[in-house]
């Protein structure tokens, strides 16, 4: 393994920690019954979906195929992941069928 390897894996493993901690903390947040915690969070929780929530499906949607394309199974061109959300759902499907069957 490489060094740069090496700092990318400490670094997802100190965010994962990261976002473990968060998540239990809100979760203690909204167990303490009170209702207007318990409304910002929700709050919170879809404003940062909005705001955050394509650009992660994206990221994730390329994450993948650059998966699929390495281990041979499959390629797609990323041009089509771009068009529009359809595109990207029956690109996904069909790809995921082709792999199971393998």
Not at 26 to 53: C, E, K, P, Q, R
Not at 61 to 81: P, Q, R, S
Request: glycine residues 8%.
């Amino acid at each position: 393994m490489t060094r740069r390897y090496k700092c990318l894996h400490y670094v997802k493993i100190f965010l994962w920690l990261v976002q473990q901690h968060v998540g239990i903390f809100l979760m203690l947040a909204v167990m303490s019954y009170n209702g207007f915690i318990f409304i910002a969070i929700i709050t919170g929780s879809g404003i940062g979906y909005y705001l955050f929530g394509p650009a992660l499906t994206k990221i994730n949607i390329e994450n993948y195929f650059l998966k699929v394309g390495k281990k041979g199974t499959g390629t797609i061109e990323m041009d089509l992941i771009e068009t529009n959300s359809d595109t990207k759902i029956i690109v996904i499907a069909s790809d995921i069928q082709e792999s199971a069957k393998c």
